[in-house]
Structure formats: structure tokens, C-alpha cells
């Protein structure tokens, strides 16, 4: 046996409905319903859930598949280092427009507030060439940064829309994980609390063969047919004819 794999919380459901489909195959229910069976359907019920892990274990390989196709890729192993630098940049480019813009603020008053107080210098000018040039680095740094933001989130959503497993790909998986799950794990589980064979008839998953028709190049009979015998053969050479009657 399998070593027992613990179902998931959000699989217990589905375990749940495959035991209902078990229970309501033919040679269940019909051993159910004989006088003295040896368990009644919610006993049955009971058990099977009390070992749903074990029974579970039966259906092991599509299991994993299913929990595979939900994971889809796996977590990223970069480097420490190369998300460290990667947060860096991203502070960088965050800062560098708002202390520019602060810069530019505080460069442009101050020369500005010198030229209309009448001081006349190379300091005003030198403030104001300043402070204009702290605003070209605010806009071209502040451009930067929100083409960097708009690139990041169009490759996190990409990123994430290639993390969603395919829904046929998943769907596919879990009906496997079923299909396995009642076929291996929980109909021979049933039958043998009841002691029937493990593969009584009645509930397959292919349909019965058909019932096998008239051989080829011989038409069948339909309505009455008159009974297939034969006459005498008067060409034997054991025929001597009638014989005569007597004559009194």
C-alpha cells in the first residue's frame, strides 16, 4: 500500500462525493439492501471518512498530478543579494524625483527671493541655474521611475497569468484524481466491508459489449417461420415405396 498522503482541506469535499457515487453503485446498494448485511450505508460512510487519508494513498500518483497542475511554476530562487540590489534601485528611482523636486522648490525661492529683494550677485543666478536644473532632474528622473513601475507591473501580471495553471489542464487532472480515487481506492474498500468480489459487474466506466447479432451473409428471421424439417428422401435405397394394404 501506498503511504498515506493527508488530502487538503479543500479536497475533502470531492472525497466526500466520490464515496456518494461509491455507495450508489448497483452491487452496493444491492448488498446493502440483502436481509443481514454486515454494515448499513451510513456506517460505511463513516468508516470510509474515518480512513479518508488511507484510502487516499490508493490514488497517490493522480493526487500529486492534480497538486502539480494547481501549483503551476515554482517560487523564484534568486539570490538574496540580487533582490537586495533589485529593492535598492527600486528605492532609488522612488527618492531621487522627490529630492529633486525639493531641491528645485527650495533653490528657486531662495534666488528668486534674492533678486526681488535687490540683491544683485552671482549668488541669485547661481541659486536659480540651480534650481532649474534640480526641475529638469526631478521630470526626467520622475519619467524614469513611472516607465519603470508601468514595466514591473506588466511583468508581474504577466507573471502571474503564466502561474495560473490552464483550466483544462487542471480540470483533466481532477477528474484522473476521481476517477482513480473510486476505482482503486473506494469501491474495493466498500466491497470488502461487505465481502463482495472486488470486481462485481454493474459499474464501469466503458460501456457493456454489445449483445453479439446475426453472423454476416445470413439474414435473420423476422415474424413467423415455418419449422426447418425435411421429407422423406425417395431417392434412398432404402426406400421400397408404400407398401399395399391388405385386401380382406
Keep these: 500500500m501506498n503511504e498515506p498522503v493527508p488530502l487538503r482541506p ?33 456506517e460505511l460512510r463513516a468508516r470510509a471518512l474515518a480512513a479518508a487519508d488511507s484510502l487516499a494513498a490508493e490514488a497517490s500518483p493522480e493526487y500529486a498530478a ?14 538574496a ?16 524625483p522627490l529630492l529633486s523636486i525639493a531641491a528645485a522648490v527650495i533653490f528657486l525661492l531662495l ?4 533678486r526681488v529683494a535687490g540683491a544683485s550677485g552671482p549668488l541669485a543666478g547661481t541659486l536659480v541655474a540651480t534650481g532649474w536644473t534640480a ?17 514591473t507591473a506588466a511583468r508581474h501580471r504577466s507573471t502571474q497569468d503564466h502561474a495560473q495553471p490552464a483550466p483544462d489542464t487542471l480540470a483533466q487532472a ?12 473506494l469501491l474495493p474498500h466498500l466491497r470488502r466491508e461487505l465481502g463482495l468480489p472486488g470486481t462485481a459487474p454493474g459499474f464501469t466506466d466503458t460501456p457493456p459489449d454489445p449483445a453479439p447479432g446475426p453472423a454476416p451473409g ?8 415455418r419449422p426447418d424439417f425435411a421429407g422423406p428422401d425417395f431417392a434412398s435405397p432404402d426406400f421400397t415405396g408404400p407398401t399395399p394394404h391388405s385386401s380382406e
Design 174 to 185: 481532477h477528474a484522473a484524481w476521481l476517477r482513480a480515487l473510486l476505482q482503486r481506492a
Design 66 to 79: 492534480l497538486l502539480d497542475a494547481r501549483s503551476g511554476p515554482g517560487p523564484d530562487t534568486s539570490p
Design 10 to 42: 479543500e479536497d475533502r469535499a470531492a472525497f466526500e462525493s466520490a464515496l456518494w457515487k461509491a455507495l450508489a453503485a448497483p452491487d452496493i446498494r444491492a448488498a446493502l439492501g440483502r436481509p443481514g448485511a454486515p454494515h448499513t450505508a451510513g
Design 111 to 114: 534666488g528668486y527671493g534674492l
Design 135 to 151: 526641475a529638469v532632474i526631478a521630470a526626467v528622473t520622475g519619467l524614469a521611475a513611472g516607465a519603470g513601475l508601468a514595466f
Design 81 to 96: 543579494g540580487g533582490t537586495g540590489a533589485k529593492a535598492a534601485v527600486a528605492v532609488l528611482t522612488v527618492l531621487t
Design 218 to 225: 445470413k439474414r435473420a428471421r423476422l415474424g413467423y417461420s
